[in-house]
């Protein structure tokens, strides 16, 4: 069996206010200049669509897909995700925090997409929550020190930040009994003017720490001290997604480790560099931390309020080498090839279609195509492969 020829591919850099200026310039090669580049969508999503070339002809990833999905998807990966790529590859640089969020699971999105098309609201609408029908599990690999929040914190700890924060006592009645839902609800629903109450003398206490350093980074304070700098009041209205950091679990991801966060979970990228790997969806409800909509009813209503541990996966070394980050979504699986002083790997035939990022260093494919930091190609389902070099190569594939 020869190798197979794999597709050029080139995405689409997002320019969210939120995102780094160096990073993702950097890493494609590219000059940097005023506008962020948040984040570099790999995939077939209709809001970043890649772009795929072969033996000098370039089209749209999609449009590949469309001629022959089978071929392209393979036929488990065709008829299960109604012929489309069901992932989306993203390298994201988080400059600034990123809003609260969760998102829904399958069946909640196809309903509350039908709902939406059924009540006419555009899909660009500012008040949109489902751009699509999908779900959308998320897998993270940290490229660098990495800080997020990650889901609400176990009783015990909420009730340790509320009592250690003495602007946030009065919200130890909605805890009485531990239960973190009527807490957050509360949290959600309080006049703007409760919020603002709670808020100010937080900011009067906790800005003149920030600026003079003396803030622990993997503590709530500093993350609620930077919100509160960051997403300064309009007119003294506060934003109250600062007190929602209270009630969830401060996560710190060393390079190389990374997170999966599954439907419902509320979650928050915070600072740093990663490669992120979701269901090929953009659904998302905000609780705070954003200029954006809110819809305080949709989100609650689609939050999972159990307490977690948060749970760093280091990847399950394979006996190839690859290093595989095992999560329970169907839709995709994450690993990374290390390549030291021109070693080999030989994938003899993919699951389904698959993504490749160069994130370091130099390799090349079948012994023909050089890809250098930044670059991508795409491989149909069935494809074999071979790499020799000295780099790192992370892979969006599908699940073994």
Same mark, same amino acid.
């Given at each position: 069996?020869?190798?197979?020829?794999?597709?050029?591919?080139?995405?689409?850099?997002?320019?969210?206010?939120?995102?780094? %200026?160096?990073?993702? /310039?950097?890493?494609?090669?590219?000059?940097? &200049?005023?506008? *962020?580049?948040?984040?570099?969508?790999?995939?077939?999503? /209709?809001?970043?669509?890649?772009?795929?070339?072969?033996?000098?002809?370039?089209?749209?990833?999609?449009?590949?897909?469309?001629?022959?999905?089978?071929?392209?998807?393979?036929?488990?990966?065709?008829?299960?995700? $109604?012929?489309?790529?069901?992932?989306? +590859?993203?390298?994201?640089?988080?400059?600034?925090? #990123?809003?609260?969020?969760?998102?829904?699971?399958?069946?909640?999105?196809?309903?509350? +997409?039908?709902?939406?098309?059924?009540?006419?609201?555009?899909?660009?609408?500012?008040?949109?929550?489902?751009?699509?029908?999908?779900?959308?599990?998320?897998?993270?690999?940290?490229?660098?020190?990495?800080?997020?929040?990650?889901?609400?914190?176990? /009783?015990?700890?909420?009730?340790?930040?509320?009592?250690?924060? *003495?602007?946030?006592?009065?919200?130890?009645?909605?805890?009485?009994?531990?239960?973190?839902?009527? #807490?957050?609800?509360?949290?959600?629903?309080?006049?703007?003017?409760?919020?603002?109450?709670?808020?100010?003398?937080?900011?009067?206490?906790?800005?003149?720490?920030?600026? $003079?350093?003396?803030?622990?980074?993997?503590?709530?304070?500093?993350?609620?001290?930077?919100?509160?700098?960051?997403?300064?009041? =309009?007119?003294?209205?506060?934003?109250?997604?600062?007190?929602?950091?209270?009630?969830?679990?401060?996560?710190?991801?060393?390079?190389?480790?990374?997170? +999966?966060?599954?439907?419902?979970?509320?979650?928050?990228?915070?600072?740093?560099?990663?490669?992120?790997?979701?269901?090929?969806?953009?659904?998302?409800?905000?609780?705070?931390?954003?200029?954006?909509?809110?819809? =305080?009813?949709?989100?609650?209503?689609? #939050?999972? +309020?159990? /307490?977690?541990?948060?749970?760093?996966?280091?990847?399950?070394?394979?006996?190839?080498?690859?290093?595989?980050?095992?999560?329970? =979504?169907?839709?995709?699986?994450?690993?990374?090839?290390?390549?030291?002083?021109?070693?080999?790997?030989?994938?003899?035939?993919?699951?389904?279609?698959?993504? %490749?990022?160069? #994130?370091?260093?130099?390799?090349?494919?079948?012994?023909?195509?050089?890809?250098?930091?930044?670059?991508?190609?795409?491989?149909?389902?069935?494809?074999?492969?071979?790499?020799?070099? &000295?780099?790192?190569?992370?892979?969006?594939?599908?699940?073994?």
């Amino acid at each position: 069996m020869s190798f197979s020829t794999p597709y050029h591919l080139s995405g689409v850099i997002q320019p969210y206010a939120w995102g780094g %200026h160096q990073f993702i /310039p950097e890493l494609l090669d590219q000059t940097p &200049n005023d506008q *962020p580049c948040a984040e570099y969508w790999m995939g077939a999503h /209709p809001r970043g669509m890649s772009k795929v070339s072969q033996a000098g002809l370039e089209e749209d990833l999609d449009q590949l897909i469309k001629r022959d999905p089978v071929l392209v998807l393979g036929e488990k990966t065709a008829s299960t995700f $109604a012929s489309q790529l069901p992932f989306l +590859f993203k390298v994201l640089d988080v400059d600034k925090m #990123l809003s609260i969020q969760a998102h829904p699971n399958k069946a909640e999105a196809e309903r509350g +997409f039908a709902d939406e098309n059924a009540r006419e609201i555009p899909l660009n609408a500012h008040n949109r929550n489902f751009k699509d029908d999908n779900h959308k599990p998320e897998m993270m690999l940290a490229l660098s020190d990495f800080w997020l929040l990650h889901g609400f914190a176990q /009783p015990e700890a909420i009730l340790q930040s509320l009592e250690n924060t *003495p602007e946030l006592t009065g919200l130890l009645q909605y805890f009485a009994h531990q239960d973190i839902q009527p #807490l957050y609800l509360e949290v959600m629903q309080m006049p703007q003017s409760e919020v603002d109450r709670l808020l100010e003398p937080l900011a009067q206490r906790l800005l003149p720490q920030l600026e $003079a350093k003396v803030l622990d980074k993997n503590g709530q304070d500093y993350w609620a001290a930077k919100a509160l700098r960051d997403f300064r009041p =309009a007119e003294g209205r506060y934003d109250r997604g600062v007190i929602s950091i209270y009630l969830m679990n401060v996560v710190y991801i060393p390079v190389g480790q990374g997170i +999966f966060q599954d439907a419902g979970v509320l979650h928050a990228y915070l600072e740093g560099v990663n490669v992120e790997l979701m269901a090929n969806s953009d659904n998302v409800f905000r609780g705070g931390l954003t200029d954006k909509f809110i819809d =305080a009813p949709t989100l609650l209503e689609h #939050l999972s +309020f159990a /307490p977690i541990t948060p749970h760093v996966l280091s990847g399950d070394l394979q006996a190839d080498g690859a290093k595989v980050f095992k999560t329970p =979504a169907p839709d995709f699986e994450l690993s990374v090839l290390e390549l030291i002083d021109q070693s080999i790997f030989t994938c003899e035939k993919t699951i389904g279609p698959e993504i %490749h990022l160069v #994130l370091e260093g130099e390799v090349v494919v079948n012994a023909e195509l050089e890809i250098r930091r930044g670059g991508a190609v795409f491989f149909p389902a069935g494809s074999r492969y071979q790499y020799r070099g &000295n780099g790192v190569v992370c892979r969006a594939g599908m699940p073994g």
